[in-house]
Structure formats: structure tokens, C-alpha cells
């Protein structure tokens, strides 16, 4: 058997090994994991039928105003869109900069006589299906609506999909073409924290703004105006060059009986320009670009007064716990893909006390009795903003321990002190942080001090049985395969985790509804309060606090135990 | 100092390891062998407490390690085949968090630390993070890391996996030098020539059971052959029906 001299497998040669395993996956899952599937194809069906549920209502309603119903249908699309663009690009920059330069059949490919042509072919390929799948499920129901309310007609599928095409294709060769440009400047993994530090920066910035625009203004009952702002909005001009725009011109032109075909042309000569551009590009300067991926690029760490500080700090936690802290803050701060996590918690808090504020709690209609059940239901959302916290800090701990394991197993060191380190590690920062917002925010308010207190207690409470069960869930539903400490949130365990963490809040709030209520009832109209009905509410709500922080743990420590790892 | 009886490990239907019966005294430094997936590895993490047995025992010093880990493990050193250790740590910094694990700290660890480094050629890359070191940069500062706390049993997994001539005559110098002061190493080679030179006593363990054990000198007695070749013994009760089999594949 002899290899011919010219020998140049195919595109999808290459691509096999990728669906082989994205159909092994498959079959492992419908073996093994009937459940979760089940899970994930019911929640994927109810998020698509609610997308379009509520678009052709919003549609309809539009379509019903004369005159500036269709504009504002237009102009939606043209921002959903635009969105869209706009998460494409980011995601395909740094998809690329995965399959590109760090996947890990990138030196087999490269050792392999493959031409760069069909080297590019297929991992563009690659990239835009990895990073535009999830949108082609946010934007079918979207579109889905558009056609329906505007009797797009049988064609409609087809003229968006004649749209569509291109305009995935142009986000993904713009953004493997900025990898590759990217690359050539950072060595790859310090691009990749570069890349990763920048896509929160922009998602963060992007979730203040939009919240900054108090966006509730236009449901407030000032006629005169929103009618204003919505004139100016609607006749904003958009920007012509995004291809977010051809689309949604295309589409709205189809949907209005017009024949519009510059958009089409100006999509298609746009895509292959650019994917022609990426090729010549990727051709000319992948060699060197690949070669200079490899390189890491030196870091050190001294031990500095920082270290010796801490050291004296951290000295009467013992030996052992205090290595654990030190090599678990170390560690998270050295990683960028858990730092930068930051950036989303500061976001999230930001946006949180930034609603609390502007929460219309003074004027007409609002009474001492809601002025002060909005701060107890406030610990809702509190505790909602905490439960994500964890999901991204605490959650992943166990996870990120999995290849290290070993060391840890085969030391003298017990479980429950790892456990414990991590809660300890973990929660402390969280409960400073839950105290300081629910403070500050119970401050905004101009609560009376019964309820500063009922909710700085209950946040405490909250912060612990929330840690507890991110150890736990994140102990029995591990990660350990994982490259990137930010996907580990996203995992089934993480969605459990979430969903328990609710369900506890709620069963929280509900205990202590009934004792919060005869107070308030007592400020607001003089009725006599049941002391024993503050002790039983109270009292439970705490009790279940500490179940829900030691229970996970314990559990924890039995499946560490037995952990065949 | 290390004793296994009648150690089986099973996962699910598939049975690992076998009723393993073994006993490796103070100051030997034994071998073990066998082909890929034949259960060294598996025998290996039992020993250090990473896995549980199904059944038997493992003791080490006379410490049953399943029902006394934290004791049994103060004398235990475990140097597995694959270096993944804590990329964001720095070389120095790791050696003082393993100490910390065995509750050891001050000018003590430091000195050690830094003599183990030195030892390895690792003392220019102390403060460099472990993300920046190659595979054989690791696996010699997880080699020295199982030193850090001086133990008493040493069990290491492919101990040449990696390292460059002179960091594996380091480590078959320290190796020896180490059993001479009467601490005892149990490793798993491939490699029989480092076997056949090193090790005072080998088994040969093939599908999760000891098929040979003992000094070569007992092993050549004993092979049926009358060979005289570790290699030959080997593959002889483990794989020469595959090695013929090669031969017909490459003639092909």
C-alpha cells in the first residue's frame, strides 16, 4: 500500500473525526443520559415556542398601529439583528482562536500533507457552526414570528435562508481573519485571555448601558413623551454598513410586497470578498502565525510583602488550611478565565442597586407597607444575584481540583478540610459583598430597622445555604474535563444548582413572609404581633439555612470519598 | 513496608486487579511490570490511596491504608505517569503548598525546596509559573515534590516518562541512595533495561495478576526456557504471540 506523492485528503476527511464525535456524544448521551437530554430538548422547546409566542404578540400589536407599526417592526429587527451581528463576531473570534491555533489535532494536521486551502476550508467550517448554532435557534422563532404576522409566504424560509447564509459568513471570516492578525501580535494562550477579558469587558459594558438607558421610562405613563422618543428612535438613522441592516432591509421589503435585490447582491460579493481575503491572508501568514502560537511567554510570581502579609494573615488557620487558601486565591487570580469573572459580578451588582435606585417608591399610591415589603422582596433578587455569583466562583471548585486530585489523595490531607477551604474561600467574599449590597440597598430605601435587620440576616443566612450547595452540586456533578473554568457554570450540575438555590430562596422568603407581614401590618394599622409567629417563621427559615449549608457538604464528602479518580 | 493482600479492584464487570498477594520490605527498591492496561497503575493509586480496593488490604509500614489513610499517607510518596499539577503555581510555590499538605513549614521546607530544585536543574525556573515548563520540566518537579516531606515508601508510575538523560540518571542515582538509607520505591517501568538494572526484585503482572516475582536471578531460575533475558521472560508471558504478530503485519 503506497501513499501517493500528491496526497491531499479532502475537507471533509478532515471534518470527520469532528462529527464522529459530536455523533459518539450522542449515542453516549441517549445511553446514559435519557434524563438530561430529555431536560435540555424540553427546555430548548419552551424557550423557542415562548420566543415566538411573545414576538408575533408584540408583532401583531405592532402590526395593529397605522403608520409607524411597520417602521417599528423594521426597526426591532434591524436591533435583534444587529445583536445577533454582534455576538457572532465576538464568538467567532474566539472560536477560531480555538480551532485554529489551540485545538488539539492541530499538530496532526499540521504534520499531515494537507493543503492550506482545504486546511482553512475546514476549519472555517469548523468555526462557524461552533459559534453560529446557538443564534440559528434564537433567530428561527424571531424570524418564524416576522413571517407569520406578515404572511411572508412559502418562500419566506427560503429568501431568509438565501440571507442568512452570508450573514453568518461574514462574522466568521472577519473574526478568524482578526485571530489571525491577533495571533501574529500575542503569543495564542495569552491572546486567548486577552480575547476572553475583552468579550466581558464588551458584554458587561453592553448590559450597563442598556440599563442606563432606563429602558422602564418608556412604560411610564407620560404620554407626550414616549410618543417623542419613540418618533426619534424610529427615525435614528441605523448604520447602513452593518450587514445586520441589509438583512433586515431584504427582509422587509420581501415581507412588503417589494422587490429589493441590491441587499442580496451587496450580502453575497461582502461574504466572499471576505472569506477570500481570510484565505489569502491565512495562506500568507498562518505558518509563521501557528509556529509563534506555541510559544506561551514567560510569567514569574516572587514572593513579595503581598505573599508575607498573607502568610501572617492566613497563620492561624493552621498549615494545611492555609496553603489551601493561599493556592486557591493564587490560582483564581492568576487565571484569567476566572478572574475576568469579576467583571460579570460587578456588572450584575452594578445593574442591581442601579434598579434599586431608580425603583419609583416615592409619590403617589405608595404606602409604608410596600415601601417596606419591596426590601424584603428584594432579598429575592439579592439572593438570585448571590446564586449566580456561586454558580461562577464556588460551583466550579471541585471541578477545577480534577486532573490535581491525585496530589490531594495521596497526601495526608482530609477531605472535609478541602471542602471546607473551598466553602470558607468562597463564601467569604460573597457574604461581605451580599451584606454590603443588601445594606446599601436597604439604606436607598429608607427601611425601618426591623427590616434592615430581618434582611441582613436572612442575606447571611442566604449566602451560606447558597455556598453549601454550590460545594455540593459542584462535588456531585463534576466537571473535571473541562479546559475553561467559565463553561463549568453552564454545565447540567450548574442549571440543578441554580434551580435549587431558587427553590430555597423561595421557601426562605415564604417562612419569613408570615412574621414580616404581621410587622408590617402592625407599623401600618396598629395589629397586635404574635411573638410566637416570629419565632416559628424566623426559626425555620434559619434551620433550613443550616441544613441546606452542612447537608451538602456531608454529601460531598461521601462521593469525594469514593471518587474512582 | 508495603504489603498487599489479596487486592482486587473492579470496575463495574471488568476486573482490574486480581487478589494481588505482594510484599516489598524496607530498603528494596522493586519493580513492577506488565503491558498496557494490565493493572499497574491501577495497583499503584490503590497503594497511594487514590482508589479504594474492591477487596484486600494495602498497608503500608504495617498501616492498613483504607482504614488509617491519614497516618499511612504521612509515609507515602506517589509520583504518577502524567505531571498534571496547579499550572498557575509557581514551581517554589508548589513544593511549599505539598509541604504545607504534610504540615511542614519555615526555613526547613524553603531549604529543601530549594535543594530539590537544584538537584533537578529546576532552580533558574523556581519562580516561573508551571504553565511555562515542559513535559519533562514537570514531571521532575512533581519527582521532587514527592520528596519534599522525606517519606519513607516512595510509589512511582513510569518514573522516565519525559525526563532528558541526566535528570534520569539523577533520579536512578536518588533512587538507589534513597533505598541504601532504607526507605523502599515501588515503580512501574516499560523500560526492562532500567528494571533489569536497577531493581532488586521485579513482578511481572499481566491482566490484573502476577504472573512472575522475585530477584532476576529467581526469575532466570525459574523461566522454563532457561533464558537468561529479562525482555525474553517478558514478552514470553505477556506478548510474544504479539510480537510475532508485528513481524507478519511489517512483512505484509
Not at chain 1, 486565591?329 to 434598579?355: C, E, G, H, K, P
Request: with cysteine; aromatic share 10%; glycine share 8%.
Amino acid at each position: 500500500m503506497d501513499v501517493p506523492e500528491r496526497a491531499n485528503p479532502s475537507i471533509v476527511a478532515l471534518l470527520r473525526p469532528k462529527w464522529i464525535t459530536m455523533r459518539a456524544r450522542a449515542d453516549a448521551n441517549r445511553r446514559g443520559h435519557r434524563f438530561r437530554i430529555f431536560f435540555l430538548a424540553m427546555l430548548g422547546t419552551a424557550f423557542c415556542v415562548f420566543a415566538f409566542v411573545e414576538m408575533y404578540k408584540l408583532l401583531a400589536h405592532f402590526r395593529s398601529v397605522p403608520d409607524v407599526g411597520t417602521l417599528l417592526a423594521g426597526k426591532l429587527l434591524g436591533l435583534v439583528l444587529a445583536g445577533f451581528f454582534s455576538i457572532l463576531l465576538l464568538s467567532n473570534i474566539i472560536t477560531s482562536l480555538s480551532s485554529f491555533f489551540l485545538s488539539k489535532d492541530l499538530d496532526l494536521l499540521n504534520a499531515a500533507p494537507v493543503s492550506k486551502r482545504t486546511f482553512y476550508a475546514a476549519k472555517f467550517i469548523e468555526t462557524i457552526v461552533l459559534s453560529s448554532w446557538m443564534i440559528v435557534l434564537l433567530a428561527a422563532p424571531v424570524l418564524a414570528a416576522y413571517g407569520v404576522v406578515y404572511h411572508g409566504g412559502p418562500f419566506f424560509p427560503l429568501v431568509v435562508l438565501a440571507l442568512l447564509a452570508p450573514f453568518f459568513i461574514i462574522p466568521a471570516a472577519v473574526g478568524s481573519t482578526v485571530t489571525l492578525l491577533l495571533v501574529n501580535v500575542f503569543p495564542a494562550r495569552r491572546a486567548r485571555d486577552v480575547l476572553g477579558v475583552i468579550a466581558l469587558l464588551a458584554s458587561g459594558g453592553m448590559a450597563i448601558l442598556f440599563r442606563m438607558a432606563r429602558p422602564e421610562r418608556f412604560i411610564q405613563p407620560d404620554g407626550t413623551r414616549v410618543l417623542g422618543d419613540l418618533i426619534a428612535v424610529v427615525h435614528a438613522p441605523t448604520s447602513p454598513l452593518l450587514p445586520s441592516s441589509w438583512v433586515q432591509r431584504a427582509i422587509m421589503s420581501w415581507l412588503g410586497m417589494r422587490t429589493d435585490l441590491l441587499p442580496y447582491a451587496v450580502l453575497w460579493v461582502s461574504a466572499v470578498t471576505l472569506l477570500a481575503i481570510g484565505a489569502l491572508l491565512h495562506r500568507a501568514l498562518y505558518d509563521r502565525t501557528f509556529s509563534q502560537s506555541q510559544e506561551s511567554g514567560s510569567r514569574t510570581a516572587r514572593a513579595g510583602s503581598f505573599t508575607r502579609r498573607a502568610y501572617a494573615l492566613l497563620s492561624p488557620l493552621g498549615i494545611v488550611r492555609r496553603e489551601l487558601v493561599l493556592k486557591e486565591v493564587r490560582v483564581f487570580f492568576r487565571d484569567s478565565t476566572q478572574w475576568s469573572q469579576l467583571i460579570l459580578l460587578a456588572v450584575l451588582v452594578m445593574v442591581y442597586v442601579f434598579n434599586i435606585k431608580f425603583l419609583p417608591l416615592r409619590g403617589e399610591g405608595m404606602t409604608v407597607f410596600l415601601v417596606n415589603v419591596i426590601p424584603f422582596l428584594n432579598l429575592v433578587l439579592a439572593g438570585f444575584v448571590l446564586a449566580s455569583i456561586a454558580a461562577r466562583f464556588i460551583f466550579p471548585g471541585i471541578s477545577l481540583e480534577g486532573r490535581t486530585l491525585w496530589l490531594l489523595r495521596s497526601s495526608p490531607l482530609e477531605m472535609r478540610q478541602l471542602l471546607w477551604s473551598k466553602f470558607w474561600v468562597g463564601t467569604l467574599p460573597l457574604l461581605i459583598l451580599a451584606v454590603l449590597t443588601v445594606g446599601i440597598t436597604d439604606y436607598l430605601l429608607q427601611v425601618t430597622a426591623f427590616m434592615m435587620m430581618v434582611s441582613i440576616l436572612s442575606i447571611t443566612f442566604l449566602t451560606l445555604a447558597i455556598s453549601g450547595l454550590a460545594i455540593g452540586f459542584g462535588t456531585v456533578f463534576p466537571q473535571f474535563e473541562t479546559e475553561n473554568a467559565a463553561q463549568i457554570p453552564t454545565s447540567l450540575g450548574g442549571v440543578v444548582f441554580l434551580m435549587s438555590s431558587i427553590a430555597l430562596i423561595g421557601a426562605v422568603v415564604m417562612l419569613e413572609a408570615r412574621p414580616v407581614y404581621a410587622y408590617l401590618g402592625a407599623q401600618a394599622f396598629g395589629t397586635p404581633i404574635e411573638p410566637w409567629d416570629m419565632v416559628v417563621g424566623f426559626g425555620l427559615a434559619a434551620m433550613l439555612c443550616c441544613a441546606t449549608t452542612l447537608l451538602p457538604i456531608e454529601v460531598a464528602l461521601r462521593r469525594l470519598e469514593i471518587m474512582q479518580r | 513496608m508495603i504489603k498487599l493482600t489479596r487486592l482486587t479492584k473492579k470496575y463495574g464487570g471488568f476486573t482490574a486487579v486480581n487478589g494481588i498477594e505482594l510484599e516489598v520490605p524496607r530498603g528494596e527498591l522493586f519493580g513492577f511490570l506488565g503491558p498496557n492496561g494490565a493493572g499497574k497503575t491501577t495497583t499503584l493509586r490503590m497503594i497511594s490511596g487514590i482508589l479504594r480496593p474492591t477487596s484486600g488490604t494495602v498497608e503500608i509500614g504495617g498501616i492498613d491504608i483504607v482504614q488509617n489513610p491519614m497516618r499511612a499517607k504521612t509515609k507515602l510518596g506517589f509520583i504518577p505517569d502524567r505531571p498534571f499539577i496547579y499550572e498557575k503555581l509557581t514551581g517554589m510555590e508548589f513544593l511549599r503548598f505539598v509541604a504545607g499538605l504534610y504540615e511542614l513549614k519555615g526555613p526547613l521546607v524553603e531549604h529543601r525546596a530549594r535543594e530539590l530544585l537544584a538537584l533537578f536543574d529546576l532552580e533558574d525556573w523556581r519562580d516561573e509559573l508551571i504553565e511555562s515548563y515542559s513535559h519533562g520540566m514537570r514531571q521532575k518537579l512533581i519527582i521532587a515534590s514527592a520528596f519534599v516531606h522525606r517519606p519513607e515508601v516512595i510509589v512511582v508510575d513510569e518514573p522516565m516518562v519525559g525526563l532528558d538523560p541526566k535528570a534520569a540518571r539523577i533520579l536512578k542515582d536518588l533512587f538507589r541512595e534513597y533505598t541504601n538509607r532504607g526507605n523502599t520505591v515501588m515503580m512501574s517501568t516499560h523500560t526492562l533495561e532500567i528494571a533489569q538494572g536497577m531493581c532488586d526484585r521485579v513482578a511481572i503482572i499481566q491482566r490484573g495478576v502476577i504472573r512472575a516475582y522475585g530477584t532476576m536471578d529467581e526469575l532466570f531460575a525459574n523461566d522454563a526456557a532457561g533464558s537468561t533475558n529479562l525482555e525474553e521472560i517478558f514478552l514470553r508471558l505477556t506478548g510474544e504471540k504479539t510480537a510475532r504478530t508485528l513481524a507478519d503485519v511489517l512483512n505484509a
